[in-house]
Nanobody, 123 residues
Framework: EVQLVESGGGLVQAGGSLRLSCTAS????????VGWFRQAPGKEREGVSV????????YYADAVKGRFTISRDNVKNTVYLQMNSLEPEDTAVYYC????????????????WGQGTQVTVSS
């Protein structure tokens, strides 16, 4: 019933761009904050960005500031992550997560999680 589905990952050369999408169903999406996370093999999951339910508050990890932009369209139940100037260090599986509390999302304690989409950046 409750689902978050990520899409838009793929293989891109360094310096290129990708746009990830996180589409929700089965819950009141417009009342939830949503975050993007990433995890590479052998490494801990790290927060990338988070956006509030009303689209007025956003946060970014230092590693992606100035390169990534998070946005949402509550009519379409979708959150986007526009990724520009991609680097090999951005290679990871990217997940989205949702919770009614923004801080819980950023702490990786969101109620809902997607299955992830692979992003690979070549040199």
């Amino acid at each position: 019933e409750v689902q978050l589905v990520e899409s838009g990952g793929g293989l891109v050369q360094a310096g290129g761009s990708l746009r990830l999408s996180c589409t929700a169903s089965g819950f009141s999406f417009d009342g939830y904050a949503v975050g993007w996370f990433r995890q590479a093999p052998g490494k801990e999951r790290e927060g990338v960005s988070v956006i509030s339910s009303n689209d007025q508050i956003t946060y970014y990890a230092d590693a992606v500031k100035g390169r990534f932009t998070i946005s949402r369209d509550n009519v379409k139940n979708t959150v986007y992550l526009q990724m520009n100037s991609l680097e090999p260090e951005d290679t990871a599986v990217y997940y989205c997560s949702a919770d009614s509390k923004l801080l819980k999302v950023w702490e990786s304690l969101g109620d809902y999680w997607g299955q992830g989409t692979q992003v690979t950046v070549s040199s």
